[in-house]
């Protein structure tokens, strides 16, 4: 099989993505410019439309090119971007370079990760034994129903099933290389509701205010300590972000009271586990939760794909990464239940900010760190 080398300019790549608005959840010319980048790669893409609102829809990208017996590896990652909100220097949809930096919404987060592989796919030799394969969503940013999960359905149809995954994420933090994500606690948020009855203040007998039994509620919710961390983890936390009771009458008892609650949890814990908790407590004062399970934790403990990961950082950059679960949730944990995952991807600095940025020669060097992640990945047995 023969590719043409046209596809591995990064710059030019990347300036073609972030040229196309994609705010989430993205469709249509973002993604028809990536297949355009994909197939004379020798790629097979498989692009579809998935779900209804208020989630969906939402289109999808996967692409595959097997090249011989030998492992399978993925790449994963996003073409939706947040927001770019008001007050950019130039236009977000309008990439231009401005000293060593090029400017556009999703440069880093991570628009530009995606140019780097596809532009590492161009460098590598035509008959590397294996698979490779690219998951990549329109809707990660979001509420992320009809996205990744969708696609590993898909996946699962073709029977497409990666050995190994390295997700795009921006992970660095100082200097390109010098982070590597092997894992991410899980999220859920919790609505407690509290019902009263609503009456006059003068008559408190007449009435049962719910105020007092909802601050009972986030009072022993606070008191708890839900873990001390772990060898690769942080603590466990949790947050009250938000109390509402609505009343904008200075003389009458409220007939509800509501907050929310966000926990961000190490693998010590399941969603559903904190989820009764949550729920026991706010039982004892009569209150009710409902609960929304964003992701679960998992980890990659450090091994063969850690260890490629490093590798091909230390040869191009000569740093040690170091290997972090802090952060976050990505669509990482979704992946993880196929295969071993980690991410890895450009400096997170100005994700999500205005003037998001990144670093040509960022771009340059990742081309080179990907390159060498995949040819190793295939060049050897899979494992965990």
């Not at 439309?49 to 090119?65: C, K, S, Y």
Request: aromatic content about 6%.
């Amino acid at each position: 099989m023969t590719m043409t080398r046209a596809n591995d300019d990064v710059v030019a790549l990347a300036r073609q993505l972030l040229a196309c608005p994609s705010v989430t959840p993205a469709t249509g010319a973002v993604f028809a410019a990536l297949e355009d980048m994909l197939l004379p790669l020798g790629f097979t893409v498989d692009r579809f439309v998935v779900g209804e609102a208020p989630d969906g829809p939402v289109e999808n990208l996967l692409a595959w090119r097997t090249t011989g017996a030998g492992p399978h590896f993925a790449f994963a990652g996003h073409l939706d971007v947040v927001p770019p909100g008001p007050g950019w220097t130039s236009d977000p949809f309008a990439p231009e370079i401005r000293g060593n930096l090029l400017y556009g919404r999703g440069a880093v987060d991570m628009k530009g990760s995606i140019a780097a592989f596809v532009a590492a796919l161009g460098t590598l030799s035509d008959d590397l034994p294996g698979t490779i394969s690219l998951i990549i969503t329109g809707d990660e940013e979001g509420p992320a129903v009809y996205g990744t999960l969708a696609l590993m359905e898909r996946m699962a149809a073709r029977e497409l099933r990666p050995d190994l995954c390295v997700v795009g994420e921006p992970t660095s933090s100082a200097r390109l290389g010098d982070v590597v994500k092997i894992g991410r606690r899980g999220s859920v948020n919790m609505w407690i509701s509290v019902a009263g009855t609503q009456g006059h203040v003068a008559y408190p007998h007449l009435a049962d205010n719910p105020v007092p039994r909802l601050v009972r509620i986030l009072a022993a919710i606070d008191a708890l300590v839900l873990d001390e961390g772990t060898d690769w983890f942080q603590p466990s936390n949790i947050e009250i972000t938000d109390m509402e009771v609505g009343n904008p009458t200075t003389n009458v008892i409220p007939g509800a009271a509501n907050a929310r609650i966000s926990i961000r949890f190490n693998d010590q814990h399941s969603g559903a586990s904190l989820v009764e908790r949550i729920s026991a407590i706010a039982a004892a004062e009569g209150g009710t939760v409902m609960a929304k399970i964003s992701g679960e934790p998992f980890l990659t403990a450090p091994g063969t794909l850690s260890n490629l990961v490093s590798g091909a950082i230390r040869q191009v950059t000569g740093l040690e990464a170091e290997l972090s679960t802090t952060g976050g949730t990505s669509d990482a944990r979704f992946l993880s239940r196929l295969c071993p995952v980690v991410e890895f991807g450009l400096n997170n600095a100005t994700m999500h900010k205005l003037d998001e940025a990144v670093a040509v020669q960022d771009l340059r060097d990742l081309v080179e760190i990907y390159r060498l992640i995949v040819e190793r990945a295939l060049g050897q047995s899979a494992g965990a």
